[in-house]
């Protein structure tokens, strides 16, 4: 399976602008990058996805490097609600599967 | 957006018995569903993809037999835990893909909120 490597854990200040990393050297060139985000006690929660170019939503943004090797998450004005733990998943034979993801804690 | 469910949202019983918990799409057709675990602190595992009329296809190290899997109707899917024991206490989530966007640039999984299982 096509793998991800995120950082454990991250911190942000409220309405400050958070970028959450993800490295995939291995992607292939059919695999989309999706971004899931899954808060305490609950099931995850899509945030975005993208093949190529760079994709904006009302949640966030995702910036794909050119060679796809990478890729960054943006959220443009963190507040407390955006704690979670976020995933950066190569979508792969339809099955996601979850590497362990980052851990944000966002500070008032 | 799309909504899954799951029941029940948390359930305990004892060692030896079996438990069904049961997800539904609300609001869209699905073809596929799939079934998750998370431990404590830890990431989701998938165990197995459930196709609706068909068998489902488990991951390596899931034990089919334990873990019944029925995907009968285009909105639900059942996980049936067997002679559960206290090291399958677990949070069991379900996702689900809508049939309509399957396959294409919007596919995308929808979550349920999970099962917390208790086996004493």
């Known amino acids: 399976d096509a793998k991800t490597t995120q950082p454990n854990s991250m911190e942000s200040n409220e309405e400050e602008p958070v970028h959450l990393p993800c490295n995939h050297s291995t992607i292939s060139g059919t695999d989309y990058i999706h971004w899931y985000r899954q808060l305490p006690s609950q099931g995850p929660e899509y945030v975005i996805h993208g093949l190529t170019s760079n994709v904006n939503n009302r949640m966030a943004s995702l910036a794909i490097a050119e060679d796809r090797k990478s890729s960054t998450l943006i959220l443009h004005r963190a507040t407390l609600r955006d704690a979670a733990v976020y995933y950066c998943?190569?979508?792969?034979?339809?099955?996601?599967?979850f590497g362990t993801g980052t851990r944000l804690q966002v500070f008032p | 957006g799309a909504v899954v469910s799951q029941h029940p949202s948390w359930v305990i019983c004892k060692s030896g018995t079996s438990v069904k918990i049961e997800c539904r799409s609300l609001d869209f057709q699905a073809t596929t569903m799939f079934w998750y675990r998370q431990f404590p602190k830890q990431s989701l595992m998938l165990m197995a993809t459930s196709n609706e009329g068909s068998k489902a296809t488990y991951e390596q190290g899931v034990e089919k037999d334990k873990f019944l899997i029925n995907h009968a109707s285009l909105t639900l899917s059942t996980l049936t835990v067997t002679s559960a024991h206290p090291e399958d206490s677990s949070f069991y989530i379900c996702?689900?893909?809508?049939?309509?966007?399957?396959?294409?640039?919007?596919?995308?999984?929808?979550f349920g909120p999970g099962t917390r299982l208790t086996v004493l």
């Open positions: 996702s689900a893909r809508d049939a309509s966007t399957q396959g294409g640039t919007k596919d995308e999984q929808f």
């Open positions: 998943i190569l979508y792969y034979t339809d099955k996601l599967i």
